[in-house]
């Protein structure tokens, strides 16, 4: 590939990135993989084997954040990252930890919340929630764990009347110590409170 093509399709990648992330923004939508089709259709971009990554969008989407939105946005994120630590609190005993864009600041008022939580246990988190009233419907994740791909149980709860659906994704208690968590991907309780705090 010349250098020119190489150089019109990055710029193409970078407009879609932007172009993607204010639809997010303004359209509430949450889902990437949607978002960077849309931003295609959109702009005409024919050749979808060359979308932006996700990481892309969410660059496009905090330089958009802090552009147009930054009165609201941060009240906004605030409130959800009140929310996601008030789950936290109540799951403390399966070590949860916030991931996403509440915790990547990328979040809006439509965002879902995601925790990840460990135990070996399906049923004990189960009975965990039940004991507490917390209503919930449980689910099934997909993800790369040390090397292969699996299904894990996940969790979505209702903590609060009109608050947003937290996301509860339950990793087995050797994920716990294995030393893959960032503390730009993952951010346990202590991790949340300083971020509120600061």
């Given at each position: ?17 932007h ?7 303004e ?9 960077k089709r849309?931003?295609?259709?959109q ?5 979808t ?17 802090s ?10 994120l605030?409130?959800?990252?009140e929310?996601?630590?008030?789950a ?62 699996q ?14 659906p ?18 730009e ?14």
């Amino acid at each position: 590939m010349s250098k020119d093509r190489l150089h019109r399709r990055d710029l193409m990648r970078e407009q879609l990135a932007h172009h993607a992330a204010r639809l997010m923004a303004e359209d509430g939508i949450t889902d990437y993989a949607f978002a960077k089709r849309k931003a295609a259709k959109q702009m005409g971009a024919t050749d979808t084997h060359h979308l932006p990554s996700n990481r892309q969008v969410d660059e496009a989407l905090r330089s958009f954040r802090s552009l147009y939105q930054s009165a609201s946005h941060p009240t906004i994120l605030r409130h959800l990252r009140e929310q996601a630590l008030a789950a936290m609190r109540l799951l403390a005993p399966f070590h949860p930890y916030l991931t996403g864009s509440v915790l990547n600041g990328t979040a809006g008022e439509q965002s879902d919340i995601n925790l990840s939580v460990y135990s070996d246990d399906e049923k004990a988190v189960m009975m965990f929630l039940l004991k507490h009233n917390l209503p919930f419907e449980s689910g099934e994740w997909r993800t790369d764990l040390a090397g292969k791909q699996q299904i894990l149980p996940s969790f979505t709860l209702q903590t609060e009347p009109g608050g947003l659906p937290v996301h509860v994704i339950m990793l087995p208690d050797s994920a716990l110590h294995s030393g893959n968590r960032k503390q730009e991907t993952h951010a346990d309780i202590a991790a949340v409170e300083a971020l509120l705090a600061g």
